[in-house]
């Protein structure tokens, strides 16, 4: 069993940036980490994913050379940092957790565990 808890989230100007962070907890392995958001009425999405060594990251097109997502293994932790925040980057941002290797990362089905969320606000 892992658990997740993000934080990190807030309200921003249009521009602005946030940096979110998600730690892990519970003992398991963890393999590739992702983050994923879901604006209302709309399906969850994937935003960015980081391999288990880190060495390999994936990135949709929306967030590729805005936002960077890094691990540091020894505390567990997975980050997004994300810079030039527009209004339709809000949503609530999730993090999830692989516990066995996959050569998959877009799917939301394809993680065990999810974290409960925070909100990220952009405002114009």
């Known amino acids: 069993q892992v658990q997740l808890v993000e934080s990190g989230g807030g309200l921003v100007p249009s521009g602005g940036s946030l940096r979110l962070s998600c730690a892990a907890s519970?003992?398991?392995?963890?393999?590739?980490m992702g983050w994923f958001r879901q604006a209302p009425g709309q399906e969850r999405e994937f935003v960015a994913a980081?391999?288990?060594?880190?060495?390999?990251?994936y990135y949709t097109d929306s967030a590729q050379g805005r936002f960077t997502i890094s691990r540091d293994n020894a505390k567990n932790t997975v980050y997004l940092q994300m810079n030039s925040l527009k209004p339709e980057d809000t949503a609530v941002y999730y993090c999830?957790?692989?516990?066995?290797?996959?050569?998959?990362?877009?799917?939301?089905?394809?993680?065990?565990?999810w974290g409960q969320g925070t909100q990220v606000t952009v405002s114009s």
């Open positions: 980081i391999s288990r060594s880190g060495s390999s990251t």
């Open positions: 999830a957790v692989q516990t066995y290797y996959r050569n998959s990362y877009y799917n939301p089905y394809g993680y065990d565990y």
């Open positions: 519970g003992g398991t392995l963890t393999y590739a």
